[in-house]
């Protein structure tokens, strides 16, 4: 499979000069499968333009949204194939414990927040709850699993017959612990990452930034390192950058914890266009 | 040989976060009432620490700390918390238990109950605390 992100940003879209190389663009992955088969993982600024790249002969795209975060699916409105009568186009999500995924959506996509409705829109649409499952979409193997982050919150693993990945952009696992990591049983995500080729995961706050921010559901770069080196995920991509650090300042504070942490994987911070090969496919 | 249990789902991890975190003894149940995570007040209940042990199932529970009707409990005290929690999904709150902790100190105890349960109504386990009984 061929992971590219479109976006990498954490909360908030940070475009301009000093996040170019990076990307200012909030959460949006998209995964092609050895057939041509397309994922894309959430619905962040980035998928607008990911719609513009996919290939005309395209009839179905899913959409796996990890939770309804604005940074998540303030896209959702903007992507082209949900304009296309032509174009089956499946999102899949978790529901509340009060309402299913579709009135949630709708709490979006519906006035004053945005003027087409869900029902409105052209394409073939259908939407699936995805709280703790496992389905199939076309090669893709996947299984969703709740994961530790404010609200309904899902992460992804997404494997072919070759390769794997996990998609945990929004994660917590430390919170709460006094010593992270100590034992997979207990590790929020374990999972989901264990073993895979490539985990994109949560690395928004650097140690001295979390403390004012614990709870919020974000991870610093040494416990995602850690969570990659408990889960002996084969490469770790740093993702859900902080809008207010820059380019530099992201080398600076990645490399930091790299050097400190010694990870036993390659670690390779996601950018915006930067895909990764995996597998054979 | 022992396999390695499975991970826990987030929910019940983030039940034995806030245990951890709480003055009252806690202890947090799997379905099939083993012991799968009990706090530090807890540990001085059972004389044993969970760093040490992990898991426990329910035999070795009761011969740690025994735990039985105070004889003038009324007919409200009579049934059994962990098994409304589990058996009927219900909480449960018993005012008047006897523990006899692992150092053998004897307690009159409440005991409160109540089942986890995630967004999908899947009956994950229970938590148990345990409230030193004080006379009003």
């Given at each position: 499979?061929?992971?590219?992100?479109?976006?990498?940003?954490?909360?908030?879209?940070?475009?301009?000069?000093?996040?170019?190389?990076?990307?200012?663009?909030?959460?949006?992955?998209?995964?092609?499968?050895?057939?041509?088969?397309?994922?894309?993982?959430?619905?962040?600024?980035?998928?607008?333009?990911?719609?513009?790249?996919?290939?005309?002969?395209?009839?179905?795209?899913?959409?796996?949204?990890?939770?309804?975060?604005?940074?998540?699916?303030?896209?959702?409105?903007?992507?082209?194939?949900?304009?296309?009568?032509?174009?089956?186009?499946?999102?899949?999500?978790?529901?509340?414990?009060?309402?299913?995924?579709?009135?949630?959506?709708?709490?979006?996509?519906?006035?004053?927040?945005?003027?087409?409705?869900?029902?409105?829109?052209?394409?073939?649409?259908?939407?699936?709850?995805?709280?703790?499952?496992?389905?199939?979409?076309?090669?893709?193997?996947?299984?969703?699993?709740?994961?530790?982050?404010?609200?309904?919150?899902?992460?992804?693993?997404?494997?072919?017959?070759?390769?794997?990945?996990?998609?945990?952009?929004?994660?917590?696992?430390?919170?709460?612990?006094?010593?992270?990591?100590?034992?997979?049983?207990?590790?929020?995500?374990?999972?989901?990452?264990?073993?895979?080729?490539?985990?994109?995961?949560?690395?928004?706050?650097?140690?001295?930034?979390?403390?004012?921010?614990?709870?919020?559901?974000?991870?610093?770069?040494?416990?995602?390192?850690?969570?990659?080196?408990?889960?002996?995920?084969?490469?770790?991509?740093?993702?859900?950058?902080?809008?207010?650090?820059?380019?530099?300042?992201?080398?600076?504070?990645?490399?930091?914890?790299?050097?400190?942490?010694?990870?036993?994987?390659?670690?390779?911070?996601?950018?915006?266009?930067?895909?990764?090969?995996?597998?054979?496919? | 040989?022992?396999?390695?249990?499975?991970?826990q789902?987030?929910e019940m991890i983030l039940v034995r976060q806030l245990a951890s975190y709480l003055?009252v003894p806690v202890l947090v149940f799997d379905t099939?009432e083993?012991v799968i995570f009990y706090n530090?007040p807890a540990?001085?209940?059972?004389?044993?620490?969970?760093?040490?042990?992990?898991?426990?199932?329910?035999?070795?529970?009761?011969?740690?700390?025994?735990?039985?009707?105070?004889?003038?409990?009324?007919?409200?005290?009579?049934?059994?918390p962990l098994?409304t929690a589990l058996?009927?999904r219900r909480p449960a709150h018993?005012?008047?238990?006897?523990?006899?902790?692992?150092?053998?100190?004897?307690?009159?105890?409440?005991l409160t109950t109540f089942p986890i349960i995630d967004?999908?109504?899947?009956l994950l386990g229970a938590m148990a605390m345990f409230w030193?009984?004080?006379?009003?």
């Open positions: 499979m061929k992971v590219t992100p479109y976006g990498v940003r954490g909360s908030l879209a940070a475009p301009g000069s000093a996040t170019a190389r990076y990307g200012g663009n909030t959460s949006c992955v998209r995964v092609t499968g050895p057939d041509g088969t397309v994922i894309v993982l959430d619905a962040g600024t980035g998928i607008r333009a990911l719609a513009l790249e996919l290939p005309t002969t395209l009839s179905r795209v899913d959409v796996l949204l990890t939770h309804l975060h604005m940074d998540h699916i303030i896209g959702l409105g903007f992507f082209g194939p949900l304009y296309n009568s032509a174009m089956e186009v499946h999102i899949w999500g978790p529901a509340s414990a009060t309402l299913s995924l579709e009135a949630r959506l709708r709490r979006y996509l519906a006035p004053p927040l945005f003027p087409v409705l869900l029902r409105d829109l052209p394409c073939r649409l259908e939407l699936h709850h995805t709280g703790r499952s496992r389905f199939s979409i076309g090669p893709f193997q996947i299984r969703a699993a709740r994961i530790c982050h404010p609200g309904p919150t899902v992460g992804y693993r997404i494997e072919t017959e070759t390769s794997s990945l996990a998609y945990l952009p929004d994660h917590e696992p430390a919170l709460g612990t006094r010593r992270f990591p100590v034992d997979p049983e207990w590790t929020s995500g374990f999972e989901l990452a264990h073993d895979v080729d490539l985990l994109l995961h949560d690395a928004q706050y650097t140690r001295e930034e979390y403390p004012g921010h614990a709870g919020w559901g974000h991870s610093t770069m040494h416990d995602a390192l850690a969570f990659g080196q408990l889960a002996g995920v084969k490469h770790l991509a740093p993702f859900h950058h902080d809008p207010g650090r820059d380019d530099a300042a992201l080398d600076k504070a990645l490399d930091a914890a790299v050097a400190e942490v010694k990870p036993d994987f390659p670690v390779t911070p996601a950018a915006e266009g930067r895909s990764f090969d995996l597998g054979s496919a | 040989m022992t396999t390695k249990p499975a991970q789902s987030v003055f099939t083993t530090e540990e001085r209940i059972l004389g044993v620490r969970f760093e040490e042990t992990g898991r426990i199932d329910r035999e070795e529970v009761d011969r740690l700390a025994e735990l039985s009707v105070d004889p003038s409990a009324g007919p409200d005290d009579l049934e059994r098994e058996r009927q018993a005012r008047r238990w006897l523990l006899r902790r692992a150092d053998r100190v004897r307690l009159q105890v409440e967004h999908e109504e899947r030193e009984h004080h006379e009003p």
